[in-house]
């Protein structure tokens, strides 16, 4: 990244958490709540993995967990602009966190609607913007964008876990977090062309580099005592054992350690759109990586209104690194 970014990135930076809490977003919250360099004001809740009343539950433990009662924490959106509510329990468990029993939230969420806290927020941010980080299906987002255009100058930028250059995971072309909600992915960049808010994407094509062993796993939970720590590794542990594997990936975890860390993530300044219309393509982001003026000067589509800082490589061990001091309380 430019000298000014890696300057902008060196001081404590205010941070907001769009989420579906689910596995890698609690790995994600964990660590967003202890990086001493992370100033985290608030964490919106957004029906995906889970239905969203499941996902403001997880969402209170893990910053309990984090001893971060003091993080505002707000329900939003229980389902997509258009697309019907679906879920992944198939991956992150019955409950959207594994399953693991841990005690109950003694808090309750704020009263506020998420969007209505977001706009709260970044309305009083202007001398020092917040950058949103969005690990969700962004429809919280898009309503905010679209019905608090003023938000843009509390925004720093928006960096948001989706998409990918290349392949899939929700189907063969789309990222679950855009397939689950295209329009609002599609509102989102819109409205950040026409805001003029910086846009920042960890896709799929970094999202799986950063991993966690079994082995490093069971360290963190041998803390015990309901610890960040303990949380941690059993959240490896248990996705470990759902896809039989060794290691595991911390996921939307990986977004937050490129703000904490930008010098870990390699970028490209790329125009993108959403594919809305496709059949086997909806919900697939399109990442223009064209170099030559005579194709795209002879493109009927011509080149996207918004082009978004992609990442394109990551440095998968420093940011598992990273991840397991912070949530292990190291500072
Ligand atoms: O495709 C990965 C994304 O979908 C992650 O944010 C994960 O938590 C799920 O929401
Ligand atoms: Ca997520």
Sequence with gaps: MGGERAA?????????????????????????????????R??????????????????????RAAGRDDVLV?????????????????????????????????????????????????????????????????????????????????LREIVFMGGSVAVGNATASAEFNVYHDPEAAAIVLDAAAHLGIPVTMYGLDVF?????????????VAVGGYSSAELAGRLIAYQCDRFVSETATIGDAGAVCAVADPEGLQCQALPIRVELAG???????????????????HDPHGVAPLTVTVGLQVDG???????RRIVAGDR
């Excluded at 059949?279 to 000067?297: A, E, L, M, N």
């Excluded at 061990?317 to 991840?323: E, K, V």
Aim: with cysteine; charged share 25%; aromatic share 6%.
């Design 279 to 297: 059949s086997w393509s909806r919900g697939r982001t399109i990442v223009d990586r064209r170099d030559w003026s005579g194709d795209i000067d």
């Design 74 to 154: 707000a329900r939003g959106a229980d389902r997509p602009l258009l697309e019907p509510a679906m879920n992944a329990r198939h991956v992150h468990g019955d409950d959207g966190m594994g399953d693991l029993a841990w005690p109950a939230p003694d808090r309750a969420a704020d009263p506020r609607h998420a969007v209505e806290l977001l706009r709260d927020l970044l309305v009083s941010a202007v001398d020092d913007p917040i950058t949103l980080v969005t690990l969700a299906p962004m429809t919280n987002i898009a309503l905010l964008l679209r019905t608090h255009p003023e938000v843009a100058a509390g």
């Design 42 to 63: 608030a964490v919106t809740c957004v029906g995906g993995n889970a239905p969203v009343d499941d996902v403001v539950r997880n969402t209170l433990i893990v910053l």
């Design 317 to 323: 061990p420093r940011y598992a690194a990273l991840w």
């Design 8 to 40: 902008y990135w060196a001081v404590v930076k205010p941070l907001i958490l769009d989420v579906d809490t689910g596995l890698d977003d609690a790995c994600a919250i964990l660590f967003a709540a202890q990086h001493p360099g992370l100033d985290l």
């Design 208 to 220: 799986y580099e950063p991993v966690v062993s079994r082995a490093e796993a069971a360290e963190l």
